[in-house]
């Protein structure tokens, strides 16, 4: 997830977000909660354009979601990731179709379990894992053991799920053994000198952390 002044402002967000995918990030989130939406609008296109480009320099393919802007992704053609607004979810995918994905913010094990019934989202955002001061209206911090309850209801319902909130290099290896598909950052890759570096380093311990979740 990508955060304005963490990346160095807004011009810089666009390359984070290139070296970001060059260092093997397969989804990235364009997340700035204070730009109009023309301006987040012209965020997005700078983001996936620099992402397609990334995606042809290294070979490898990712996804491009926008946080919240609901408009601005169906304009664009782009995913999206929502909270837990009434309807939100079920809005997204009458406005995107069955085409694109829907994101979905999950901070409780009954969270889980309507998304799972429901079936608007693709993937479950489950956090804060830990707090963080990156979203300060943030839910209490679940902890490993609350990630690994959520993710294993979504897993059993047949969805995606991400841990994120105070993941970094540290406390990315108490999530072995959460049946999670991933992890989403935000300072560990914003404000890094090398956010390429940072990336890869994240990457192989992200790997390391879920193959031993699916190996327990």
């Known amino acids: 997830m990508t955060d304005t002044k963490l990346c160095g402002g807004l011009d810089r967000v666009p390359h984070v977000v290139y070296e970001a995918v060059m260092g093997g990030v397969g989804v990235v989130q364009v997340r700035d909660k204070e730009l109009s939406d023309g301006r987040f609008a012209d965020l997005a296109r700078a983001c996936d354009h620099q992402m397609r480009r990334a995606e042809q320099d290294s070979g490898r393919s990712a996804q491009l979601f926008v ?25 997204a995918r009458a406005a995107l179709g069955p085409d694109l994905m829907v994101g979905l913010s999950v901070s409780t094990p009954d969270e889980v ?16 894992a830990w707090t963080t001061p990156t979203k300060t209206d943030a839910a209490p911090a679940l902890g490993p053991d609350g990630v690994s309850e959520c993710a294993e209801i979504a897993r059993t319902g047949g969805l995606v799920s991400v841990a994120i909130g105070g993941i970094n290099p540290s406390t990315a290896t108490e999530l072995a053994g959460a049946p999670i598909d991933g992890l989403c950052v935000v300072s560990a890759i ?17 790997t390391m952390t879920l193959n031993r979740g699916r190996d327990s």
Request: cysteine-free; proline content about 3%; charged content about 20%.
């Open 113 to 128: 379990r309507a998304a799972v019934a429901e079936r608007h989202a693709d993937l479950l955002g489950i956090g804060p």
């Open 67 to 91: 946080n919240d802007r609901l408009s601005v992704a169906a304009d664009l053609g782009l995913n999206v990731h929502v909270g837990q607004s009434d309807a939100a979810a079920a809005d």
């Open 190 to 206: 914003s404000a890094a000198q090398d956010p390429r570096k940072a990336a890869a380093e994240l990457l192989s311990l992200a």
